[in-house]
RNA sequence: GGGCAGUUACCAGAGUGGCCAAAUGGGGCUGACUGUAACUCAGCUGUUUUAAACUUCGGUGGUUCGAAUCCAUCACUGCCCA
């Protein structure tokens, strides 16, 4: 895998890059569509590729291994061929189940015992094990077995919490580099930064991990329950350390503010599944702001879902269509909202790019955010 | 014509003397959702902006300290028998 930067903004930490992988480049920043268990919720590969234009898409481990199953995947040819994708995919490492399933886990040191949410039978996730089922699935870029910690979680707690993330690193990447690929491509192993709120574990984190040099690194435990504010702070002290010539991840952000946010601080690569479970919901996020479709207000407004919207499906059908389909359940208003909602993140991202290439990111991302901040 | 059952909030439907502005479900309104146990969850849904109070349970009249609940009567609905 090669990073190539190609412009960074001179005013701030915004880059535009290239990340080339063996199933396709990746222009960046980019914004990657979640599919957990093998496919992006209520939208067709093919709208993902033509009309979203997803480049890179995710898939979980935790949530694979159970169903259909590792034999399965191995069978198949690996999730690229399983799910019909032959663009890159990012598989997390089940690390976010070890943080949102934690009424059904036990941490120890040899790894992370889960209860299955589906049978509730008892699984052991440990880094190495963990590595061989994402050689298994086969993505381009395998993420760390790491703890997510929780934004309120107490310093003496988080401390220990990444120690022991660190030390699960350590086995991770060795294991990751004593096994070989199944499928005939590279895979990259992208290391997790946590650390919580706080500043010193955040930079003894990273420290560590910008000296394993691997192809690109992950900055995970954000968006979990702290204030924005230190989100955003969490970043900067971060990216003042890890490498500039490797692509960084925040991982499971956010919302479109938190994107340029992020993204003005350095960041080249993001996930969430807010774009796809809150369109499932009901809520749609456009360039002038959000829309909860299940309001009023929509009932009998016939123009476009977003006039010049990134998709086709904003000018091919109405808001007072969609908020009927939102309002009898549909299918179909499931399919319309995520698929807006993706379009409108990956055009953010590529809108951003843009602005970053053309040298004018920050006054761009002031208007933005005034745009997107409106509740219409 | 005779018999029986029924009429409760937007709909369905519980409640059969005080704990009832009235269960529950649906519908509706408004929020929430950040590496997906999520087509999910929460609040509100008689009126008065809150407190508190007021007006309701087909209509009218009555019994009672007190009625959605008991009695009389009228109206309407459904089923059954002619």
Not at 125 to 147: H, Q
Not at 263 to 275: H, K, L, T
Not at 294 to 316: C, H, M, Q
């Amino acid at each position: 895998m090669q990073f190539t930067l190609q412009h960074t903004d001179l005013k701030s930490q915004a880059r535009a890059g290239l990340l080339q992988t063996d199933h396709g480049t990746i222009e960046t920043p980019i914004f990657m569509p979640v599919g957990t268990v093998g496919s992006v919720k209520a939208v067709h590969q093919r709208e993902l590729n033509d009309d979203i234009k997803a480049q890179i898409i995710l898939g979980n481990t935790y949530h694979l291994y159970l169903r259909p199953g590792i034999n399965i995947l191995e069978k198949a040819g690996g999730l690229h061929k399983f799910i019909g994708w032959d663009k890159p995919i990012l598989t997390d490492s089940g690390g976010f189940q070890v943080f949102s399933l934690s009424d059904t886990r036990k941490l120890k040191e040899e790894g992370v015992t889960f209860r299955s949410h589906i049978d509730g039978s008892k699984h052991l996730f440990t880094p190495e094990n963990v590595v061989d089922i994402e050689r298994s699935i086969g993505a381009d870029i395998i993420m760390a077995l790491d703890e997510c910690t929780p934004g309120d979680a107490e310093y003496n707690y988080a401390k220990k919490s990444l120690e022991l993330t660190l030390r699960w690193l350590d086995r991770g990447v060795k294991h990751f580099r004593e096994t070989e690929p199944k499928y005939g491509y590279n895979q990259s192993y992208f290391p997790i930064v946590q650390g919580c709120v706080y500043p010193d574990l955040r930079k003894k984190s990273a420290e560590i991990i910008a000296e394993l040099d691997m192809d690109g690194n992950a900055i995970g435990g954000l968006a979990v329950g702290e204030p924005a504010e230190k989100m955003y702070e969490m970043i900067e002290v971060v990216n003042e350390i890890l490498p500039k010539n490797k692509p960084r991840y925040l991982m499971g952000v956010g919302t479109p503010e938190n994107l340029l946010e992020a993204i003005e601080r350095g960041v080249d690569m993001f996930d969430c599944v807010m774009p796809t479970r809150n369109g499932r919901n009901g809520m749609l996020f456009t360039k002038n702001g959000t829309m909860n479709m299940r309001n009023l207000k929509w009932a009998d407004d016939f123009s476009p879902i977003e006039e010049d919207g990134a998709s086709y499906v904003d000018t091919a059908y109405s808001k007072a269509y969609l908020r009927h389909l939102t309002m009898t359940g549909e299918l179909l208003g499931l399919q319309i909202a995520s698929i807006h909602n993706l379009a409108f993140y990956l055009w953010l991202t590529k809108e951003a790019r843009k602005h970053i290439i053309e040298g004018n990111f920050s006054s761009w991302k002031i208007n933005m955010l005034k745009q997107i901040s409106n509740r219409l």
